[in-house]
């Protein structure tokens, strides 16, 4: 039943007339169908598998193409950072040297202005603990 059906609605959708046809004579359509639909089938598929082959190949050479530009883009690039860093590496040393001599003064200034205070809260803090002590807390 649901074979009839199907090729009925097949046969509707062909546009091929509608009649009301017995038995043989629908078994005699639906396998010349059949057959046909399998030969165009093979062709199309042949075809269409043709078009795949020639769009697997197609991007593949894309893919290549893209690699390849952003490798040449990559190399350039890496190249650059390499000259910039030759042209950087004086003013590097020179402003590595101003670091170190700006390092030992506000070392120098904060040992000599520092230092006593913080030697003055040490003691404190020591004389706060030993009277804690001595008093029994």
Known sequence: MWCGLFFSALLSALQLPTLMLSYQRERD?????????????SREMLALARWRDVAVVLL??????????W????????RGVL???EWLRPYLTLAGGYTRQT???VERVAGTICAPFVWLGSAMAGLHRALEILSGR
């Open 60 to 69: 593949a050479l894309e893919t290549f193409v893209w690699v390849l530009a």
């Open 83 to 85: 000259r910039f860093q």
């Open 29 to 41: 359509i639906i396998t010349m169908i059949k057959r046909y639909a399998r030969k165009e089938v």
């Open 71 to 78: 490798g040449v883009v990559l190399y350039l690039a890496r």
């Open 103 to 105: 390092q030992m003064v």
